[in-house]
């Protein structure tokens, strides 16, 4: 059993443009003490046939946790263009959020995003270069816009916790654009602070009302 459910994750600038930072609101229950801090990281996804692309955009640690519903906002800078391979850049990518406790992994949250051209003109002017078989057109970096998809895809992975052993691992599947990176291989200092407490009744759940769920409702686009 995990002793940290996310409730939900509400993006607070989407869509938006591309050079932005992402800035979102995370929102988890904590069943049981913890001893230590949570890790939480955001990855970026470009490219889906090399992991070597893929850009850990920032990180935070947040603690104390206390028991029951805690929300923090997390922000962080936008990708590094010069990282993304050209061909990469425009269309689906995945933004892909990490939750760790003592260097485990136990959830991670992905979403897709679309990022094209700002005007019907522009876009319409990369469907003509690619009819004609242009890919080297050069990117017009401050005229893109990047917006995320509604329904996430969760991966749950089963830790060893403060006091238990860890179980048999959860037959929830792994999500299709998730990076398999070692996730000890992010090794950027954190920096630090504390979740703000959250009462019961102002919490803004999933539609369902309950723990963010797997969705098959986006068709996988990075078979890694």
Request: proline share 12%; net charge negative; charged share 20%.
């Amino acid at each position: 059993m995990s002793i940290v459910t996310i409730r939900d994750v509400t993006f607070l600038n989407n869509p938006a443009r591309f050079s932005d930072e992402y800035k979102f609101r995370v929102t988890f229950e904590c069943i049981s003490p913890l001893k230590d801090d949570l890790e939480w990281k955001l990855i970026f996804v470009s490219s889906p046939d090399s992991e070597q692309y893929d850009q850990e955009l920032d990180d935070c640690m947040v603690g104390p946790v206390p028991v029951g519903i805690n929300s923090f906002t997390f922000s962080s800078p936008p990708p590094d263009p010069s990282l993304i391979p050209p061909a990469d850049v425009l269309g689906v990518a995945a933004i892909i959020l990490t939750a760790s406790y003592r260097d485990q992994e136990f959830v991670r949250v992905g979403y897709y995003q679309n990022t094209e051209y700002d005007t019907e003109e522009l876009r319409q002017a990369v469907r003509e270069a690619q009819e004609r078989g242009i890919t080297n057109s050069p990117i017009l970096w401050d005229r893109l816009v990047r917006e995320l998809a509604d329904k996430p895809r969760v991966t749950r992975f089963t830790i060893k916790w403060d006091t238990e052993e860890p179980a048999a691992p959860l037959s929830i599947p792994q999500a299709p654009f998730s990076s398999q990176a070692n996730p000890s291989s992010f090794g950027r200092p954190p920096s630090s602070f504390a979740p703000s407490y959250v009462n019961n009744d102002a919490l803004h759940l999933a539609p369902t009302g309950q723990p963010l769920a797997p969705s098959s409702a986006v068709p996988p686009a990075f078979p890694r």
